[in-house]
C-alpha cells in the first residue's frame, strides 16, 4: 500500500514598472495566490514475481486568483481579475506479466473525471464592469496503454505499444 499526498500553497505580489523610464506611463500591480491538493493511493502487487500491477485512485483540487491592476499615463488602473477552481478524480489499474523471462505484456486503463471553473473579470477604474463572466466545464474520459516488450539480450529490447491520452 502506497500514499502520495501533496499541498503546495504559491502566493505572489509584483508590482513593475514596464515602460522603465522615470515618468509614470506603464505601471502594473499584481498579486495571485494558488492553493493545491492531491491524494493518491496506490495498492501494488509482489514485483519479485511474473505479475506485477498497482490500482489505485487519485484526488487533485486547485483554488487561485489573480488580480492585475494596470495604470498608463498615471491614470487610475484598469483592474484584470481572474478567479479559478480545478478539481480531478481519478480511478486506475495497470498490470505487467512476464509471458516468459524474455517476453512481457502490458495493460492498463485510467478513468478521470474533471471539473474546471474561472470567473474572469475586466473592470474599469471605477469598478464598473466592461468583461464579467463565469466558465465552467465538465470531463471525463478513459485512457489506456497496452504494450508488448521482447528482451532477446541485456543490450536489445523491442516493443510494441499503444496509448490513449487525455489532458
Not at 48 to 54: D, E, G, I
Not at 69 to 76: C, D, K, N, Y
Not at 130 to 157: K, M
Amino acid at each position: 500500500f502506497k500514499n502520495i499526498a501533496q499541498f503546495r500553497q504559491i502566493s505572489m505580489q509584483e508590482v513593475q514598472d514596464l515602460d522603465g523610464s522615470s515618468a509614470a506611463i506603464l505601471h502594473l500591480d499584481q498579486s495571485n495566490a494558488v492553493d493545491q491538493f492531491s491524494e493518491e493511493f496506490q495498492v501494488q502487487g509482489d514485483p519479485t514475481k511474473r505479475l506485477q500491477w498497482v490500482a489505485g485512485v487519485f484526488y487533485f483540487t486547485e483554488e487561485g486568483y489573480v488580480d492585475t491592476r494596470t495604470a498608463v499615463f498615471g491614470r487610475l488602473p484598469n483592474i484584470r481579475i481572474g478567479a479559478a477552481e480545478n478539481t480531478s478524480f481519478s480511478v486506475f489499474g495497470q498490470a505487467d506479466f512476464d509471458v516468459t523471462p524474455t517476453l512481457s505484456v502490458t495493460g492498463g486503463g485510467r478513468y478521470t473525471w474533471d471539473e474546471r471553473s474561472i470567473d474572469q473579470q475586466l473592470r474599469n477604474p471605477a469598478g464598473d464592469c466592461i468583461f464579467c463572466e463565469v466558465f465552467s466545464a465538465d470531463f471525463s474520459a478513459f485512457t489506456y496503454t497496452a504494450g508488448i516488450d521482447w528482451r532477446p539480450n541485456d543490450n536489445h529490447l523491442f516493443y510494441f505499444v499503444t496509448r490513449r491520452g487525455y489532458r
